[in-house]
């Protein structure tokens, strides 16, 4: 059966074994007569020529059991070393320690020692979790039991490198997505990008089982079980009926995934060698948990020659909940050495096609100048934004796209390694200065909205002020009114939660770079559009304008009109994302190309760049530095 987390799925599972068998020692998934190698012929499995009709689930799980142990056998000598970690594995490392395998056990049962009944020879016991054990002993062989959320992948595969003995295996198996094709998140770790930062990390794949058939098997043999003593069960065993029908709802959805081929179980053994098979195979990662901040101060700098402010990063990896993939150069240091290179990105609510979805925009992307030279699939930034992208963005991962301001020089390189595809580019357009008459306007056509003829003398700017609650209604409705309008495109969330984290809360608003104001009726005090400015030399940039998108050129025009009044030769420019320009263009504006690509995902499965090309609505107030 699964091996889950959740302590109820748990009981629930071990419930049914014991109502049923008697016996609730496996807890996992059973190997009945399908398990393939893809590199040579499995061994037989017992029982193998009986009927799949006559197996218990009890056999199944034994099966797999034994099959586990004769791998961990064939594969290490006669004093070997071992670690097994999982809370539902007490049998088999029992049962390794029985074959004179010297075996520490992670288990967070405190009681399993008692239940064992005291010390077994051969085997050691700790409550503690693989990424909270000691790295003061190696081991040959670790065992990592059952499903793990895909953002465990890099801690895991990391931390049992340092921990193993030069030429030691790591032995998992588990749940893990196989089809990564449509939109639909999944916390399982992919398959895929398993293979691939195992590699990264200096793993060699020994032998490769695919057991889909077993865990359908045994679902479809575990889910009667259930039916049937779901009575006795709840009362016996302190489970809710409510409890029970969604676990049992659960696991018809498991199986549905496991039918249509999106779902796989898979038994992967690995080798790990201290010696470097390609260059950087020795890098130590980690993410955004593995470091404090000042440790990337020097490599900021380096990287973008200004000053590391501190208040900034603390706003967007702390407040924003960013994220990222760092590496060292050798895992076999203690610390593995400073920071050489950085791939980070900060989260954005998005309205993707209409629908509510989430994005994120990779930024502070830095490699040590002397390293960064070197280019290709062997580099370090290479392995870095691929660690990256396979954790962050794509189809069934917390971030279905990918958005960014990359310079030339680094979008170029990451198109040419397969990293990102090009969606729009970045441009400016400039306000003329010139005073727009109602006549002006007329001379477009008689079909000129209303409101377009409107003059400035009817508005007026007033401060917005972040602790007026009546203030954030006027917003909110103001992005209640631009949203629907962008159902066919691409729009980061601008609603008051954001507005307050972007441009009240950012480190940059204590300075008065930012001016928020609302674009209002002077005699209905109606708000038109909610308007974010910062001075840009000696022009105005429109860094952000909420409203309704028919009316995204009065306001634009109505805003010109009064900053021309406030300050008579200060230009007003916006920076927005080339597809839309013709809903914010006004007569005698100019067009600039800016120089920037804005580039999608195109390593990891995700909407095409066909699908995303010129569809974001972006302006200055996206980026995360400006």
Request: hydrophobic share 40%; glycine share 6%.
């Amino acid at each position: 059966m699964q091996v889950v987390r959740n302590q109820v799925s748990q009981k629930i599972i071990a419930g049914i074994l014991q109502l049923e068998f008697g016996d609730s020692r496996f807890l996992h998934y059973g190997l009945f007569s399908s398990a393939v190698s893809l590199r040579e012929s499995a061994a037989p499995a017992q029982n193998e020529n009986a009927e799949l009709g006559n197996y218990t689930l009890a056999d199944g799980q034994s099966n797999f059991s034994a099959k586990l142990i004769s791998l961990i056998q064939n594969n290490l000598d006669a004093d070997a070393r071992i670690l097994i970690a999982g809370s539902t594995l007490s049998q088999l490392a029992m049962d390794c320690a029985a074959r004179k395998l010297n075996t520490l056990l992670l288990n967070d049962d405190s009681s399993l020692g008692d239940r064992l009944g005291g010390e077994v020879e051969g085997l050691e016991i700790k409550q503690e979790s693989l990424l909270q054990i000691a790295e003061d002993e190696s081991f040959d062989l670790i065992l990592l039991q059952g499903s793990y959320c895909y953002s465990e992948q890099l801690s895991l595969l990391v931390k049992s490198r340092r921990l193993l003995a030069d030429g030691g295996k790591l032995l998992l198996f588990g749940e893990f997505l196989d089809d990564d094709s449509k939109i639909e998140y999944s916390p399982l770790a992919n398959s895929s990008s398993l293979f691939q930062l195992a590699e990264r990390l200096g793993y060699t794949v020994l032998d490769h089982y695919q057991c889909d058939a077993d865990a359908i098997k045994s679902l479809q043999l575990f889910m009667p079980l259930l039916e049937k003593h779901k009575r006795q069960l709840c009362s016996e065993f302190d489970i809710s009926d409510a409890e029970t029908e969604e676990y049992l709802q659960h696991l018809g959805f498991i199986e549905k995934e496991f039918l249509e081929h999106r779902r796989c179980f898979r038994i992967v053994l690995f080798e790990h060698s201290d010696s470097e098979v390609e260059e950087y195979t020795n890098a130590e990662y980690g993410d955004i948990n593995s470091f404090a901040a000042e440790e990337v101060a020097t490599l900021f700098e380096e990287s973008f020659n200004v000053p590391f402010n501190a208040e900034l990063w603390d706003w967007k990896y702390v407040k924003g909940r960013g994220t990222c993939v760092v590496a060292r150069l050798d895992y076999k240091n203690k610390d593995g050495g400073k920071i050489v290179a950085h791939y980070g990105g900060a989260p954005r609510s998005i309205y993707y096609f209409g629908k509510l979805s989430m994005a994120i925009q990779p930024c502070d992307v830095m490699v040590q100048p002397e390293i960064r030279r070197k280019y290709g699939r062997s580099s370090l930034f290479f392995k870095v934004a691929a660690t990256f992208l396979e954790r962050e963005i794509g189809n069934t991962v917390k971030h279905l796209l990918g958005f960014g301001f990359p310079n030339q020089k680094t979008m170029n390189i990451s198109i040419r390694m397969g990293l990102y595809e090009k969606t729009d580019e970045f441009v400016e357009i400039l306000y003329s200065q010139n005073r727009q008459s109602k006549e002006e306007g007329e001379r477009k056509g008689e079909e000129i909205r209303e409101e377009q003829k409107e003059s400035a003398n009817d508005y007026c700017l007033s401060d917005f002020q972040p602790e007026n609650e009546e203030h954030h209604k006027l917003l909110n409705g103001l992005w209640q009114q631009m949203y629907p309008d962008f159902e066919s495109a691409i729009i980061g969330v601008r609603d008051w939660e954001y507005v307050k984290y972007r441009y009240f809360d950012h480190p940059f608003a204590t300075t008065g770079q930012y001016r928020c104001v609302l674009l209002r009726n002077r005699k209905s005090g109606k708000a038109l559009a909610f308007v974010v400015l910062k001075d840009h030399g000696d022009q105005h940039l429109l860094m952000d304008l909420i409203c309704g998108r028919p009316a995204l050129q009065s306001a634009i025009r109505l805003l010109n009109q009064l900053l021309m009044r406030e300050e008579p030769g200060r230009v007003l420019k916006i920076w927005i994302t080339k597809n839309h320009v013709e809903s914010i263009l006004l007569d005698g504006a100019i067009e600039n190309e800016l120089g920037i690509e804005i580039p999608c995902n195109s390593w990891n499965p995700g909407p095409s760049s066909e699908t995303l090309y010129g569809a974001w609505w972006l302006t200055a107030g996206d980026m995360d530095f400006v």
